[in-house]
């Protein structure tokens, strides 16, 4: 009898979850379309800087200047003492983010997934069509929507990835 309570307990909160993830998984579209903005705009920066930044980088005379879209460069020019360890933490900031909505929007949407599944198979126990066709409607929506924000933030992700570590290597260059 115990287990029957728990059980009982654990469906009806999980299926309390439903709305939370839902609302996160919204808000996660909204931030990935954010996201690929932004990198779009630091992308159109780079290029633009991008002769200044490698005269930088070749010239090495001491008079460097800060860059739109080269955040790990700048912090060296802001803070040239920092620590090889510090401009790793400073580039890791620039991804956190990113990678973690990446990893999280998949799971999310196969929580949202796993939870109308139990009402799904109810309904085709009962019999009633339309419930199952309701709850599958739900599950597979939201599974699509945590693989589009996941495809969305991991390009920018990979890509940005590349850039920092080519601007850590500079910077070390600089020293």
Known sequence: MNIQLLEITMAEVSELLMTPVIIVICLLVVYAIYALGKFASQ????RQHKVNYVKQIHSNNGSMTTLPGFPVHNYFIKNPLASDDELEVVALK????LRIVTRIAPMLGLIATMIPMGPALQALADGNIQGISENLIIAFAAVIWGLVISTLTFWP???KKRWCADEL???RKLR
């Open 43 to 46: 992308w159109l920066q780079r």
């Open 169 to 171: 290597i500079n910077v």
């Open 94 to 97: 620039q991804l956190e983010t």
């Open 157 to 159: 992700a990979s890509v």
